[in-house]
């Protein structure tokens, strides 16, 4: 009917999602509504960034700064945990403070850097006691780009990196950029050419840097970024790409003794060897008969890079258990137990006196 007096809405709330404006009494949408709405708003609920004048700002996906612009960070909560670029706490950087307060956590960095370019996160904990897990309904993440037309690769501590080609899984060739906008090329050293960029074998992503996604061993070689904008091209750090094929599962593990017949007051060396893939770390443990007696003995670990046949990188690593001055006591089995992330191996050899 015109001239009807139009019917009353509920303010519609800041980043409500249109869903739920409907002709209906107000009420809070339920936690199933609220889960359908869009999943980055969710999950940029509770990180704010703190602007000038006491104001707060919402962060999205990704935020492009000045490098020596200083940024203060707010989580909301009273048991808030954040993850940051992992160079800062190599360092212990006294530019990065975090203090958690009765309702907000606060992160600032002073004078920041190219090299603090990366993703800062937070989420809330839930403990029982001494055990806490994250609350994955409240979480925020944004990733900082620190633009620096000096730096316009993320600074690395090495002048050069290695990178393992596993055929079962993506290839990452970290040469990320401090400028979103820049554009980024892969080149091969030798043969010198620029490696093509089809965006389904190899992508470009400016938060990771090239990726491979069904590595092979034609991959193999020494490559490296260059970036341009606008300015003078940069070159990235080299990237020496190794092509690993080692079957996955528990350790491969052998265990021999210098002798297995000894005379008092001998030495002999019990070494434990595991073959297995370069990037892989493998933990050892020993059992042996003196050590009921308390009796001493010398552990050494270390490992090293072994090419085998063209293009295949083999990861040697070895534990080396030493007893001097051997006595009665110390002879019966010794046992090696190594461990990787997917099982572990025991295996043992006898040492008796001779």
Same mark, same amino acid.
């Given at each position: 009917?015109?001239? !009807?007096?139009? =019917?009353?809405?509920?303010? =519609?709330? $800041? ?56 940024? *203060? ?32 956590? !606060? ?61 079962? =899984? ?16 892969? +080149? ?19 938060? =990771?840097?090239?990726?491979?996604? +069904?590595?092979?061993?034609? +991959? ?19 990237? $020496? ?27 002999? $060396? ?20 003196? *050590? ?16 085998? @046949?063209? @293009? +295949? ?25 190594? !461990?990787?992330? !997917? ?12």
């Amino acid at each position: 009917v015109i001239g !009807q007096p139009a =019917k009353s809405k509920r303010p =519609k709330e $800041h980043g409500e999602n249109k869903i739920f404006n409907k002709k209906v009494k107000p009420k809070a949408p339920k936690m199933k509504e609220r889960e359908s709405a869009d999943s980055s708003l969710k999950s940029q609920s509770i990180l704010t960034q703190v602007m000038d004048k006491g104001r707060f700002q919402k962060l999205a996906a990704t935020l492009s700064l000045s490098a020596g612009q200083s940024i *203060e960070l707010r989580c909301k909560g009273s048991n808030v945990t954040w993850s940051y670029p992992s160079y800062l706490d190599t360092f212990k950087d006294s530019r990065l403070s975090i203090k958690q307060l009765d309702r907000y956590s !606060q992160l600032s960095l002073a004078n920041s850097t190219a090299a603090d370019t990366g993703e800062y996160s937070c989420w809330l904990e839930l403990c029982n006691g001494n055990k806490c897990r994250k609350d994955e309904t409240k979480t925020g993440s944004t990733y900082i780009f620190f633009t620096d037309k000096e730096e316009l690769f993320v600074p690395t501590p090495s002048y050069f990196e290695i990178v393992y080609l596993n055929p079962d =899984k993506p290839a990452v060739i970290p040469c990320r950029v401090t400028t979103p906008s820049a554009k980024v090329t892969l +080149h091969r050293e030798f043969p010198a050419e620029e490696i093509e960029i089809d965006g389904t074998d190899i992508i470009y992503d400016a938060k =990771k840097g090239f990726v491979y996604q +069904h590595p092979t061993s034609d +991959h193999k070689g020494i490559v490296y970024c260059k970036a341009e904008s606008q300015g003078a091209p940069q070159i990235s750090i080299k990237y $020496h790409l190794l092509y690993v094929e080692v079957p996955k599962g528990p350790p491969s593990a052998t265990v021999v003794a210098s002798s297995n017949r000894v005379k008092l007051s001998d030495s002999v $060396h019990v070494i434990c060897t595991v073959l297995g893939e370069p990037d892989v770390d493998v933990n050892f443990r020993w059992q042996y008969p003196g *050590e009921e007696f308390e009796r001493p003995v010398i552990i050494q670990n270390f490992w090293r890079l072994m090419k085998r @046949g063209i @293009g +295949h990188t083999t990861r040697i690593s070895k534990s080396v258990l030493l007893v001097e001055d051997f006595e009665a006591k110390d002879a019966g089995n010794y046992i090696c137990i190594a !461990q990787n992330r !997917q099982g572990e191996t025991t295996v043992a050899t006898k040492v008796e006196l001779n």
